[in-house]
């Protein structure tokens, strides 16, 4: 008889989750040790704190497992197809911002622009005997966008993590990702095309439409959003 | 009886019908290597097929369509001319629309005959329609060659005919390159400073990647000689644009295909072609009178159709998929053949539609 609110399980993103229920009078906290994945909500009564990592936040919402999530759009949409019909956007919360760009070595002093992308990556094929490669973990969503801009000759290849060396590395040609400041773009020598904004994400509240509800956990998960100022 | 039982029942009469029609049946595998059909597909058919994985042979996928395997198998050891029927599962992910399905049958019959395509294009859309008889569908048919044409015979530049030929199959992106060549659209403002810059290399960033700053350099010199080329005429964008929006009855079209051939002289070849198409169906007993001829069909379709498309539409049913599909690939036999290459062209039937429609009736 409890609603179950799946929140990023460590750093910077948990903290300031918690930061935004708290400035709403829900308090959450982290129980236990350190180490130990467990937590607790005050404030309101019937609400169960479950701590997840947030790239795993949209499949447990589509599953129906937790009826509220906090994790980013950039994950929501790259691993749910057709995710409004499954999740509903109840709050953006104003922090965890990033831009699912794609990037070039700056010494392309030629592209600036998809188009440009797509002459290059032609002129690379016919040059090398493969498909330009991309290196990114957001496939679907980055695909999706590439085939919208009418750009060919590419390939994808995964790259979990370190995707800003992959270049240099002679792993990829171009890379698409997630960066907030662009810091690390520039450390690794690399440049964002001008018109590749794939998108824009930040940390958002989710509910689960999946997720089945008595009658008791209808009246808490009302109370809590009441609390939390969200109309329903 | 079961939908699967009554699908493959349906599948079995539409080979023996192909057979009959000189068809050699064959079998192809259900995983395929993942290499070649990503090198000649790229993303999209990624985005479209289930790719699995093991460690001794790497990425497998589900076999999206029956297309390639038939053309290496038939590339490998066929003699030829040669026709071949299949039939079996095919697997497309869905990632947008669950009603659409992720695995269905797919009956085939293709043709690898060098002698005369306009015979063998008319031959396998009359088989089709003869093993389609009976279901009320309205047929669609195109010419991807016809527009090649016009791209080739384009008075401008060869790098912006390769271009525009290379972006055939996307029609937005195909425009919009259109009116940059034409002068319509202006160059993005950092390409006008990157042709303005005195050396436009001069950067500080470090050369890392395997793309080189020589063909840095060869992409600068490229669009330095496209902005000092001449614009695509408007009258020839006309001619292409008016070639585009040609959809009437067979005959009807040809006429206006060989209009546009007095201006356009580089589609006359290819307006002859659709005329020995035109003559071989209606030796195949085909009604041509009334057949619809779009010359922008199939461009949306996987690319590797590059002459005569059709398709078999259940009118009134947007939802539906076509039942039935084709059309010729010389050009992917040439890629599949490295430097081999045979005239194909083929079609499949989806027998589930089939017996999804004969259930509603």
């Not at chain 1, 698409?176 to 590749?196: M, Q, V, W, Y």
């Not at chain 2, 990503?38 to 497998?60: K, M, N, P």
């Not at chain 2, 038939?74 to 029927?85: F, K, L, S, V």
């Not at chain 2, 390409?191 to 992409?219: F, K, N, W």
Request: aromatic share 6%; charged share 25%; glycine share 8%.
């Amino acid at each position: 008889m409890t609603i179950k609110l799946g929140v990023p399980s460590k750093g910077r993103l948990m903290e300031k989750t918690f930061d935004w229920f708290g400035a709403r009078g829900v308090t959450m906290s982290r129980t236990g040790s350190d180490r130990e994945y467990a937590g607790a909500v005050e404030g309101v009564d019937g609400v169960e704190l479950v701590l997840l990592s947030a790239g795993e936040i949209p499949r447990e919402l589509a599953a129906g497992r937790i009826h509220l999530g906090v994790t980013g759009t950039d994950l929501v949409r790259e691993k749910l197809g057709q995710w409004e019909q499954q999740v509903a956007e109840l709050a953006t919360l104003g922090f965890g911002h990033a831009d699912l760009i794609i990037a070039v070595p700056g010494c392309w002093v030629d592209v600036d622009t998809l188009e440009d992308l797509d002459a290059a990556a032609a002129a690379f094929r016919s040059k090398h005997g493969f498909r330009m490669r991309i290196a990114t973990k957001y496939h679907r969503l980055v695909r999706e966008f590439l085939q919208d801009s009418g750009v060919a000759d590419y390939q994808l290849v995964d790259s979990q993590g370190a995707t800003e060396g992959t270049i240099k590395n002679l792993t990829a040609e171009a890379i698409a990702d997630i960066t907030s400041t662009g810091d690390t773009l520039r450390a690794n020598h690399l440049k964002i095309l001008s018109d590749a904004l794939v998108l824009q994400s930040q940390a958002t509240l989710f509910r689960s439409r999946k997720a089945e509800m008595d009658d008791a956990e209808r009246a808490v998960m009302g109370a809590l959003l009441e609390r939390l100022g969200l109309d329903r | 009886m079961s939908e699967k039982a009554k699908i493959r029942a349906r599948a079995a009469a539409l080979t023996s019908g192909f057979e009959a029609a000189g068809a050699v049946a064959v079998e192809t595998p259900v995983l395929l290597p993942a290499e070649a059909l990503l090198d000649l597909y790229g993303e999209d058919i990624r985005g479209r097929a289930y790719v699995t994985s093991d460690a001794l042979r790497g990425e497998q996928m589900l076999r999206p369509d029956f297309t390639v395997p038939v053309v290496q198998m038939h590339m490998a050891h066929g003699a030829e001319p040669a026709r071949y029927t299949y039939a079996g599962e095919v697997f497309r992910r869905q990632e947008e629309d669950q009603s659409r399905a992720n695995e269905y049958m797919q009956v085939g019959y293709e043709v690898f005959d060098r002698e005369n395509p306009a015979a063998s294009d008319a031959e396998v859309f009359a088989v089709m329609q003869e093993a389609l008889k009976g279901v009320e569908l309205r047929a669609a048919t195109g010419d991807i060659g016809i527009l090649a044409a016009a791209v080739a015979g384009l008075e401008t530049t060869e790098r912006r005919k390769r271009a525009l030929a290379r972006h055939i199959w996307r029609p937005r992106k195909f425009k919009a390159l259109l009116d940059r060549y034409s002068g319509k659209a202006e160059m993005p403002a950092s390409r006008a400073a990157l042709l303005a810059a005195d050396d436009p290399m001069e950067h500080d960033y470090p050369d890392i990647g395997l793309r080189s700053q020589a063909e840095v350099t060869e992409r600068i010199d490229g669009l330095r000689a496209d902005a000092a080329a001449d614009p695509i005429s408007p009258l020839q964008v006309e001619l292409i644009e008016a070639l585009l929006n040609v959809r009437e009855t067979l005959p009807n079209a040809l006429e206006h295909i060989r209009d546009l051939a007095v201006d356009m002289p580089a589609i006359t070849e290819a307006a002859f072609r659709l005329r020995d198409r035109m003559h071989a169906l209606e030796a195949h007993g085909v009604d041509v009178e009334t057949l619809e001829f779009e010359a922008s069909y199939g461009r949306t379709s996987m690319e590797y159709y590059d002459g005569f498309v059709f398709g078999f539409y259940v009118p009134g049913r947007a939802d539906l998929p076509p039942v039935a599909t084709g059309g010729r690939y010389d050009a992917l036999t040439q890629v599949l053949g490295q430097g081999r290459e045979i005239p194909a062209v083929g079609g499949v039937i989806r027998p589930g539609i089939l017996v999804q429609l004969e259930d509603a009736a």
